[in-house]
């Protein structure tokens, strides 16, 4: 079933996709609504909850995997991660 030769380093996996999400969150903003034009890193919390409960679920695309990302990394405790980002 599986190739030995191509087994997956799931831990370099891992790391690969938080170092390109932290890259990109340096960069991306918000295009719209209320907190257009701020980092998505710095987005509440609350707001972004309510794009699950009432907003339908994140928009399609990177921005939505980044905004699902934060929310996600929020709601767990762990946005010690975003401190070395910009905030402005």
């Keep these: 079933m599986s190739d030995r030769g191509e087994e997956i380093d799931f831990a370099q996996a891992?790391?690969?996709e938080l170092a390109e999400?932290?890259?990109?969150?340096?960069q991306y903003r918000m295009p719209f609504g209320r907190y257009q034009h701020r980092f998505i890193h710095t987005l509440p919390y609350e707001y972004l909850h309510w794009f699950l409960e009432k907003g339908g679920g994140f928009p399609s695309g990177r921005l939505g995997e980044l905004m699902e990302f934060v929310y996600h990394?929020?709601?767990?405790?762990?946005?010690?991660v975003f401190s070395k980002l910009r905030r402005h």
């Design 14 to 16: 891992m790391k690969r």
């Design 21 to 26: 999400n932290l890259a990109d969150l340096e």
């Design 73 to 80: 990394t929020k709601a767990s405790g762990s946005e010690i």
